[in-house]
């Protein structure tokens, strides 16, 4: 689902050129009032230019015509700046809409009757409707894997290549239609309705047409609307008085319609008004370039101010595996010998853990190339009520297990367990890590120590985070004890310890009660409510249906560490905005010294004092600044889809720092290219 840069696409390009000129249409023009204004504006020189053809003359007709066609095309701009963020929305939902085909769907009556099929359309299934998807099969339609387990390709989906594992319980049990299964099978419960699917959402919502306006998007807009309206008084205002004066002073009014249409342009906020809309699709579009469907432009803002963040230790801040660290042996066993009990009581233990222990003995003892079949090897499964498993061979017991386990599994047979392996035991549960002991004959040889390995780079993760003024939360199934070991490892602020659904939900609505905004990722059923109740609620795709629903992101890697992404992408969001707001407004009270002083000087003497810039004539400085009007929203296009760079420092001095930069730079550019604009329309005859 990835796409090109929307400036290095000719066709992106293209469509974007087109588009501007589609949105031109009044209906559209309506929804960014700052701008239908600059449109009405547009409407009225023309309007103006027109009669000056019949001698009916406001202002030169070569002038008017001038400003019309620059408003005409400030107009434009502004749609191509909002265009070509749409864009790359529609880029990724013409990719997506060749995922979505209209397949072969095989529907059985129930699991127990597999061999009853029905070959029916995909675009007639319905929710809980049952199907079987071999490999090879495309999965017709988003469900439930209620039986089976098979390697699927969701590439179309992603973009990633490696297929996944999807299978009958637990949390990697939802699928999506458009996805291919490559090997195996399964039977797949459809839980959304034709035209609903999770697809269909994703299309929608990156071609824009689901795109809302967010609470502080419609309150900048609101802001921008009063300040236009404030210069239409104004506006009027000065051109009732400047008749006033002019009949006063018994010379005709130097100031046309035109003219104070162009200057009420130039004042209003244009700049952030045509570039406003093409932010907040533009963040989106980041969102979605990261693999993270956004459901709102609000969970994206939302994720701009969060300043509590709630993770899942285990695939977030841990590989999700505990791992086999070390052997310690105890009464006078050698290590060697333990681990070699300890590897043979795991060479059928499939488990992540189980294979740490055999790989761990191999490096340490270069014990390998074992013949199971000629040692006639018995192994003993692990059981959650014997919570151990083992090997019996040649006359010889191994078994390995939690400790309580492997204590009655030897009391029971008449053996002594070891006093110094319980004090191993709580040792290293004290430090975060989880006791494996062997026994061999009823006899302790020691404790395999397994530890969940923090991911390489988390710890520097958290303390940017820090610095940006968020506190993490780990999140944990582990007691306290282990919780504890593990989050000082980490580098976490603070830990939930034996997390309960009830728990997860407890704490997010303590931290709003304060104040508080909260991001949370979660991917199982038992996730889901603490997921609705977040502030931004990231669901792994891989996750169930319930949390998919419940939150209001979907990251389509399943990568939980996709949250601190997400939180600088929102960060990123508001600043932009904030970032060309204050530069747009900066670039008006700038303006007014281009445009007031050579207008008025005629009238008012005493502001000539006020022409700093030196403008040629009373024309050109309107032209000039109507013209940089016009050129500065292009030259701000790249900034709003890139973004303002974002940098792990605390609010306040990045405000100030964006201030200085944006405020000074919004005041200075118009001296410096409206002067620029001025001395080529006088050095081409043009003014």
Not at 329 to 354: F, H, I, K, M, R
Not at 572 to 590: E, H, K, P, W
Not at 662 to 687: C, E
């Amino acid at each position: 689902m990835k796409t090109k840069n929307a400036f290095v696409d000719k066709k992106m390009l293209t469509r974007a050129i087109r588009d501007s000129f589609v949105k031109l249409n009044p209906k559209t023009q309506l929804d960014n009032p700052v701008m239908f204004l600059v449109y009405v504006s547009a409407i009225l020189t023309t309007g103006l230019w027109i009669f000056s053809l019949f001698g009916l003359k406001d202002a030169p007709s070569s002038y008017t015509l001038a400003i019309a066609i620059i408003l005409w095309f400030t107009c434009l701009f502004a749609n191509f700046a909002e265009a070509i963020a749409e864009g790359r929305g529609k880029a990724q939902a013409d990719s997506l809409r060749a995922a979505k085909k209209d397949v072969e769907a095989y529907r059985i009556a129930s699991i127990d009757r597999k061999d009853q099929i029905t070959t029916v359309s995909s675009s007639i299934l319905k929710k809980g409707d049952l199907v079987l998807v071999k490999a090879g099969q495309q999965i017709p339609g988003d469900g439930e894997v209620i039986e089976g387990a098979a390697s699927v390709d969701e590439s179309a989906i992603t973009g990633e290549s490696a297929p996944v594992i999807r299978e009958a319980g637990g949390d990697r049990s939802a699928v999506t239609g458009g996805t291919m299964v490559l090997s195996d099978w399964i039977v797949v419960q459809i839980t959304s309705e034709a035209g609903q699917s999770f697809l269909d959402k994703m299309i929608a919502m990156v071609e824009g047409a689901a795109r809302k306006k967010t609470p502080n998007e419609i309150a900048l807009q609101i802001f921008l609307i009063a300040l236009s309206i404030i210069f239409i008084l104004v506006t009027m205002s000065l051109y009732t008085y400047s008749i006033f004066s002019a009949k006063q002073a018994g010379i005709d009014n130097p100031t046309s319609v035109t003219t104070l249409v162009a200057l009420l342009v130039c004042l209003a906020p244009t700049t952030i008004g045509a570039l406003l809309s093409a932010i907040g699709i533009a963040g989106m579009s980041r969102l979605n370039q990261a693999n993270v469907l956004a459901m709102s432009g609000r969970a994206i803002e939302a994720a701009g101010d969060v300043d509590i963040l709630m993770l899942d230790k285990t695939g977030t801040i841990t590989l999700g595996n505990r791992q086999a660290t070390a052997f310690i042996p105890v009464d006078g066993v050698s290590e060697q010998e333990l681990a070699d009990a300890a590897q043979l009581s795991s060479l059928a233990d499939e488990t992540p853990e189980g294979r740490s222990v055999v790989i761990l003995a191999k490096e340490k003892f270069n014990i390998r190339e074992r013949n199971l079949t000629d040692q006639k090897m018995n192994f003993i499964p692990f059981t959650a009520k014997t919570r151990m498993s083992g090997v019996d061979y040649a006359g010889n017991e191994i078994r390995k297990g939690a400790a309580q386990a492997i204590r009655e599994y030897i009391e029971n047979a008449g053996g002594v367990y070891s006093e110094q392996c319980d004090q191993i035991v709580q040792e290293i549960a004290r430090v975060g890590g989880t006791p494996l002991v062997v026994a061999k004959n009823h006899q302790v040889l020691g404790v395999i120590h397994l530890k969940d390995i923090i991911k390489q780079g988390v710890q520097e993760k958290f303390a940017d985070l820090r610095k940006m003024g968020i506190k993490t939360i780990m999140i944990t199934g582990d007691n306290p004890m282990t919780a504890a070991a593990i989050a000082a490892e980490a580098g976490v602020d603070d830990f939930l310890a034996e997390a309960t659904p009830e728990g997860k939900l407890s704490m997010i609505r303590d931290f709003q009660a304060k104040g508080h905004l909260v991001a949370m990722t979660g991917d199982g059923t038992n996730d889901a409510p603490a997921l609705a109740q977040a502030d931004v609620a990231v669901a792994m795709n891989t996750g169930t249906q319930a949390a998919k629903e419940a939150g209001n992101m979907v990251d389509l890697d399943s990568s939980p560490t996709k949250l601190i992404d997400i939180v600088r992408i929102g960060k990123q969001l508001l600043m932009t905005r904030g970032s060309l707001t204050t530069f747009s407004i900066a670039n008006d009270v700038a303006k007014y010294f281009a445009i007031i002083p050579a207008l008025f000087t005629g009238l008012y003497p005493g502001l000539a004092a006020m022409n700093i810039m030196g403008l040629h004539s009373p024309q050109s400085a309107v032209l000039s600044a109507i013209i940089y009007n016009a050129l500065i929203i292009v030259a701000l296009i790249p900034l709003a889809l890139k973004g303002v760079k974002y940098r792990e420092v605390p609010a306040g001095k990045l405000l100030s720092s964006n201030l200085f930069v944006y405020g000074l730079g919004g005041f200075i550019a118009p001296f410096i290219f409206v002067k620029l604009i001025d001395m080529l329309l006088v050095a081409f005859g043009l003014a």
